[in-house]
Protein backbone atom coordinates (compact mmCIF):
# COMPACT_ATOMS: atom_id res chain seq x y z
CA UNK A 1 0.00 0.00 0.00
CA UNK A 2 1.09 3.56 -1.10
CA UNK A 3 2.01 6.14 1.82
CA UNK A 4 0.40 9.31 1.55
CA UNK A 5 0.86 12.40 3.95
CA UNK A 6 -1.48 14.94 4.34
CA UNK A 7 -0.87 18.51 6.20
CA UNK A 8 -2.77 21.53 5.46
CA UNK A 9 -2.16 25.34 6.97
CA UNK A 10 -5.93 25.66 8.83
CA UNK A 11 -4.93 22.87 11.74
CA UNK A 12 -5.89 19.68 12.10
CA UNK A 13 -9.31 19.42 12.94
CA UNK A 14 -10.18 21.49 10.16
CA UNK A 15 -12.92 20.45 7.97
CA UNK A 16 -11.30 20.39 4.89
CA UNK A 17 -8.23 17.85 5.85
CA UNK A 18 -10.60 15.54 7.33
CA UNK A 19 -12.78 15.44 4.24
CA UNK A 20 -9.44 14.66 2.36
CA UNK A 21 -8.86 12.04 4.86
CA UNK A 22 -12.37 10.39 4.48
CA UNK A 23 -12.02 10.59 0.61
CA UNK A 24 -8.51 8.89 0.43
CA UNK A 25 -9.76 6.01 2.63
CA UNK A 26 -8.89 2.58 0.98
CA UNK A 27 -6.04 4.61 -1.24
CA UNK A 28 -3.04 3.85 0.97
CA UNK A 29 -1.92 4.17 4.22
CA UNK A 30 -3.14 7.61 5.45
CA UNK A 31 -0.68 9.76 8.43
CA UNK A 32 -1.50 13.05 8.91
CA UNK A 33 0.82 15.45 10.33
CA UNK A 34 -0.68 19.36 10.60
CA UNK A 35 -0.32 22.43 12.35
CA UNK A 36 -2.17 22.21 16.23
CA UNK A 37 -3.89 25.51 14.99
CA UNK A 38 -4.87 27.53 12.26
CA UNK A 39 -1.34 28.98 10.42
CA UNK A 40 -2.61 30.76 7.21
CA UNK A 41 -0.59 32.85 5.09
CA UNK A 42 2.76 31.48 6.94
CA UNK A 43 4.57 30.48 3.31
CA UNK A 44 7.48 28.75 3.43
CA UNK A 45 8.76 29.82 7.19
CA UNK A 46 10.28 27.49 9.08
CA UNK A 47 10.71 27.59 13.18
CA UNK A 48 14.47 28.07 14.08
CA UNK A 49 14.43 29.80 17.38
CA UNK A 50 12.07 27.93 19.43
CA UNK A 51 11.46 24.24 19.37
CA UNK A 52 9.01 22.37 17.84
CA UNK A 53 6.67 20.59 20.13
CA UNK A 54 4.45 17.71 18.52
CA UNK A 55 1.84 15.17 20.01
CA UNK A 56 0.10 12.59 18.82
CA UNK A 57 -3.29 12.73 18.47
CA UNK A 58 -4.39 9.65 16.72
CA UNK A 59 -3.51 6.19 14.92
CA UNK A 60 -1.15 7.75 12.26
CA UNK A 61 -2.22 11.76 13.29
CA UNK A 62 0.34 14.28 14.97
CA UNK A 63 -0.40 17.79 15.80
CA UNK A 64 2.46 20.21 15.73
CA UNK A 65 3.22 23.48 17.18
CA UNK A 66 4.33 24.94 14.48
CA UNK A 67 4.15 25.90 10.15
CA UNK A 68 2.92 23.67 7.77
CA UNK A 69 6.29 23.55 6.73
CA UNK A 70 7.37 22.52 9.77
CA UNK A 71 4.61 19.98 10.03
CA UNK A 72 5.97 18.40 6.80
CA UNK A 73 9.50 18.32 7.77
CA UNK A 74 8.85 16.77 11.04
CA UNK A 75 6.72 13.98 9.13
CA UNK A 76 9.22 12.94 6.79
CA UNK A 77 12.47 12.99 9.31
CA UNK A 78 10.76 11.69 12.39
CA UNK A 79 6.94 10.51 11.92
CA UNK A 80 6.67 8.26 8.86
CA UNK A 81 8.07 4.78 8.60
CA UNK A 82 9.75 5.63 5.16
CA UNK A 83 9.00 7.95 2.15
CA UNK A 84 5.78 8.99 1.15
CA UNK A 85 4.39 8.51 -1.91
CA UNK A 86 2.37 11.01 -2.20
CA UNK A 87 2.19 14.53 -0.25
CA UNK A 88 -1.00 16.46 0.45
CA UNK A 89 -1.95 19.46 1.42
CA UNK A 90 -5.83 20.91 2.25
CA UNK A 91 -8.54 21.32 1.69
CA UNK A 92 -7.85 24.53 2.24
CA UNK A 93 -10.77 27.01 3.13
CA UNK A 94 -10.17 29.70 0.62
CA UNK A 95 -8.37 30.00 -2.88
CA UNK A 96 -4.67 29.90 -3.57
CA UNK A 97 -4.52 32.01 -6.62
CA UNK A 98 -2.31 34.14 -8.47
CA UNK A 99 0.16 35.77 -6.02
CA UNK A 100 -1.26 34.34 -3.11
CA UNK A 101 1.20 30.80 -3.92
CA UNK A 102 3.75 32.68 -2.51
CA UNK A 103 1.59 33.81 0.97
CA UNK A 104 -0.30 30.36 1.39
CA UNK A 105 0.57 27.62 3.90
CA UNK A 106 -1.14 25.44 1.66
CA UNK A 107 0.89 25.87 -0.98
CA UNK A 108 4.49 25.53 0.92
CA UNK A 109 3.34 22.41 2.57
CA UNK A 110 3.07 20.79 -0.49
CA UNK A 111 6.34 22.48 -2.51
CA UNK A 112 8.12 20.97 1.30
CA UNK A 113 7.23 18.08 -0.27
CA UNK A 114 8.83 18.55 -3.92
CA UNK A 115 11.79 20.06 -1.99
CA UNK A 116 12.27 16.57 -0.76
CA UNK A 117 11.76 15.03 -4.18
CA UNK A 118 8.26 13.81 -3.40
CA UNK A 119 5.05 13.73 -5.58
CA UNK A 120 2.94 16.46 -3.93
CA UNK A 121 -0.30 18.60 -4.57
CA UNK A 122 -2.23 21.06 -3.08
CA UNK A 123 -5.67 21.79 -3.11
CA UNK A 124 -8.18 24.20 -2.21
CA UNK A 125 -11.61 25.47 -2.32
CA UNK A 126 -12.20 28.74 -3.84
CA UNK A 127 -15.32 30.47 -1.53
CA UNK A 128 -15.38 30.97 2.01
CA UNK A 129 -18.92 30.22 3.09
CA UNK A 130 -19.30 29.80 6.63
CA UNK A 131 -21.07 26.43 6.31
CA UNK A 132 -18.07 24.63 3.54
CA UNK A 133 -19.06 21.82 1.29
CA UNK A 134 -15.63 20.16 0.63
CA UNK A 135 -17.39 17.01 -1.24
CA UNK A 136 -16.41 18.46 -4.71
CA UNK A 137 -12.93 19.36 -4.06
CA UNK A 138 -12.25 15.83 -2.07
CA UNK A 139 -13.63 13.82 -5.23
CA UNK A 140 -11.40 15.49 -7.32
CA UNK A 141 -8.76 14.67 -4.75
CA UNK A 142 -9.02 11.29 -4.62
CA UNK A 143 -9.21 11.17 -8.27
CA UNK A 144 -5.83 13.27 -8.63
CA UNK A 145 -4.05 10.57 -6.15
CA UNK A 146 -4.85 7.81 -8.18
CA UNK A 147 -3.16 9.63 -11.15
CA UNK A 148 -0.14 10.94 -8.66
CA UNK A 149 0.33 7.42 -7.59
CA UNK A 150 -0.11 5.57 -10.85
CA UNK A 151 1.87 7.63 -13.09
CA UNK A 152 3.79 10.34 -10.80
CA UNK A 153 4.56 14.07 -11.24
CA UNK A 154 7.78 15.19 -13.13
CA UNK A 155 10.73 15.85 -10.72
CA UNK A 156 10.44 19.79 -9.14
CA UNK A 157 7.01 20.09 -9.56
CA UNK A 158 3.99 20.35 -7.20
CA UNK A 159 0.34 21.03 -8.41
CA UNK A 160 -1.75 23.84 -7.21
CA UNK A 161 -5.09 22.72 -7.15
CA UNK A 162 -8.55 25.24 -6.72
CA UNK A 163 -11.94 24.17 -7.02
CA UNK A 164 -15.12 26.38 -6.99
CA UNK A 165 -17.16 25.36 -4.46
CA UNK A 166 -20.25 25.68 -7.03
CA UNK A 167 -17.71 23.02 -9.18
CA UNK A 168 -19.26 22.57 -12.44
CA UNK A 169 -17.29 19.62 -12.87
CA UNK A 170 -15.09 20.85 -15.53
CA UNK A 171 -11.24 20.78 -15.02
CA UNK A 172 -8.56 22.88 -16.53
CA UNK A 173 -4.63 22.79 -16.96
CA UNK A 174 -3.85 26.59 -16.14
CA UNK A 175 -1.25 29.04 -15.58
CA UNK A 176 -0.82 31.22 -12.57
CA UNK A 177 -2.77 34.18 -13.09
CA UNK A 178 -1.03 37.75 -12.42
CA UNK A 179 -2.04 39.66 -9.14
CA UNK A 180 -5.80 39.61 -9.12
CA UNK A 181 -5.98 41.13 -5.67
CA UNK A 182 -5.24 44.86 -4.47
CA UNK A 183 -4.46 44.87 -0.32
CA UNK A 184 -6.90 46.67 1.74
CA UNK A 185 -6.10 47.90 4.79
CA UNK A 186 -8.39 48.67 7.81
CA UNK A 187 -6.84 51.45 10.17
CA UNK A 188 -7.54 51.15 13.92
CA UNK A 189 -6.52 52.45 17.44
CA UNK A 190 -6.60 50.29 20.27
CA UNK A 191 -7.71 51.34 24.11
CA UNK A 192 -4.00 52.49 24.71
CA UNK A 193 -3.97 54.59 21.59
CA UNK A 194 -1.82 52.40 19.64
CA UNK A 195 -2.31 52.33 15.90
CA UNK A 196 -3.23 49.36 13.89
CA UNK A 197 -4.38 48.09 10.29
CA UNK A 198 -6.13 44.98 9.97
CA UNK A 199 -4.42 43.76 6.46
CA UNK A 200 -6.97 41.96 4.08
CA UNK A 201 -7.89 42.06 0.44
CA UNK A 202 -9.97 42.75 -2.47
CA UNK A 203 -9.95 40.81 -5.36
CA UNK A 204 -9.90 42.21 -9.29
CA UNK A 205 -11.99 40.29 -11.47
CA UNK A 206 -11.17 42.30 -14.73
CA UNK A 207 -8.45 42.17 -17.15
CA UNK A 208 -7.89 38.30 -16.23
CA UNK A 209 -5.70 36.43 -18.78
CA UNK A 210 -7.78 33.61 -20.23
CA UNK A 211 -5.96 30.53 -19.46
CA UNK A 212 -5.05 31.38 -16.11
CA UNK A 213 -5.91 30.02 -12.83
CA UNK A 214 -8.30 32.72 -11.80
CA UNK A 215 -9.54 32.21 -15.07
CA UNK A 216 -10.80 28.68 -14.84
CA UNK A 217 -12.08 29.09 -11.01
CA UNK A 218 -14.11 32.31 -12.31
CA UNK A 219 -15.93 29.65 -14.95
CA UNK A 220 -16.82 27.04 -12.40
CA UNK A 221 -14.12 24.77 -13.30
CA UNK A 222 -11.18 23.41 -11.20
CA UNK A 223 -8.02 24.83 -12.12
CA UNK A 224 -4.72 22.76 -12.11
CA UNK A 225 -1.48 24.82 -12.05
CA UNK A 226 2.25 23.34 -11.99
CA UNK A 227 4.22 25.28 -10.43
CA UNK A 228 7.74 24.49 -10.27
CA UNK A 229 10.41 25.00 -7.42
CA UNK A 230 13.36 25.77 -9.95
CA UNK A 231 12.26 29.36 -9.93
CA UNK A 232 15.51 30.41 -12.22
CA UNK A 233 14.65 32.71 -15.14
CA UNK A 234 16.62 30.81 -17.46
CA UNK A 235 16.20 34.00 -20.57
CA UNK A 236 17.66 36.66 -17.95
CA UNK A 237 20.96 34.05 -17.24
CA UNK A 238 21.72 35.18 -20.77
CA UNK A 239 20.05 38.88 -20.78
CA UNK A 240 21.97 40.16 -18.02
CA UNK A 241 24.91 37.92 -18.05
CA UNK A 242 26.87 41.02 -19.76
CA UNK A 243 26.62 42.90 -15.87
CA UNK A 244 28.88 40.74 -14.92
CA UNK A 245 31.99 42.00 -15.82
CA UNK A 246 30.88 45.50 -15.00
CA UNK A 247 30.22 44.33 -11.18
CA UNK A 248 33.69 42.77 -11.17
CA UNK A 249 35.71 44.56 -8.43
CA UNK A 250 38.81 46.15 -9.87
Same mark, same amino acid.
Given at each position: ???????? $????? @??????????????? $??????? $??????????????????????????????? *?????????????????????????????????????????? @????? *?????? #?? #??????????????????????????????????????????????????????????????????????????????????????????????????????? *??????? *???????????????????
Amino acid at each position: MPTILLTN $DDGIA @APGLRALAAALQGLG $DIYVSAP $DRERSASAQSITLLDPVFYEQVAEREWAVAG *TPTDAVILALNRLLPGPPDLVLSGINHGGNLGENVYYSGTAA @AAMEG *TINGHS #AC #AISMVGRRTDPDFSGAAALARSLAEFALAEGLPQGVMLNVNVPAQWNGDVHFTRQSKKITRNYLQDGVDPRGRKFVWLSEQKRITDVEPDTDYAAVFAGAASI *TPLALDR *THTQSLNHLSHWAQRLRRP
